[in-house]
């Protein structure tokens, strides 16, 4: 059956991608009813949502309809990560206080986009091509965490208007989970192993 969502797993992880946009900003065509089914038999896979929507956001207002729509699964703790991209920007949350899920916004590689200036948190350090993460604390029932900040050295003459590009590559090694954040050039300028 056609479908504009998936599910991937193996022994130690169950990977789902969700789409968040046929209905914008909420899980249509009974998407829920069939992640609980998969979760119902994940046993004891970790469970990693992928969607274009975010969960929540440090920086942007967030519709809550799909934290509603996924209540019971957060307050049961049976989310490990969510991935997403709709913000233009990178990143990484620290777990999140009540529903343990670790949220991350991988949205900077898709075209340029204005570049953010906060000015709450730290500067804690310094990669590749002039990028900095910034540490910022938890506020408003989100969670804090890293920011990627800095210029865009592919937009010539429009290098400090621009936020940086990158991407990020999740490896798996049995039940390991490891995190890479690159920039376009593939330099590495984040790398955690997340379990």
């Given at each position: ?50 969607t ?7 920086a ?67 990669g ?29 003459g429009h ?17 390991r ?17 997340l379990?």
């Amino acid at each position: 059956m056609p479908a504009s969502y998936f599910a991937l797993q193996n022994q130690h992880w169950l990977l789902v991608g969700l789409d968040s946009a046929y209905e914008e900003w909420e899980l249509a065509n009974d998407q829920v009813t069939w992640l609980k089914g998969l979760l119902a038999n994940a046993g004891n896979r970790r469970v990693i949502l992928f969607t274009h929507h975010q969960l929540f956001s440090w920086a942007d207002k967030t519709k809550t309809r799909m934290q509603s729509q996924l209540g019971e699964l957060l307050t049961s703790k049976q989310l490990f990560a969510r991935y997403w991209g709709h913000e233009h920007r990178c990143m990484i949350f620290d777990q999140h206080p009540v529903w343990g899920i670790y949220g991350r916004c991988v949205g900077h590689s898709g075209y340029p986009y204005f570049r953010d200036k906060f000015a709450e948190g730290t500067i804690i350090q310094h990669g590749p091509q002039d990028t900095t993460w910034r540490k910022v604390d938890f506020k408003h029932l989100v969670p804090g965490g890293l920011i990627l900040e800095g210029p865009n050295p592919y937009i010539p003459g429009h290098e400090d208007k621009y936020g940086p590009h990158g991407y990020m590559t999740l490896e798996f090694n049995g039940d390991r989970l490891n995190e890479i954040v690159h920039t376009p050039d593939g330099s590495t300028i984040y790398e955690r192993q997340l379990v």
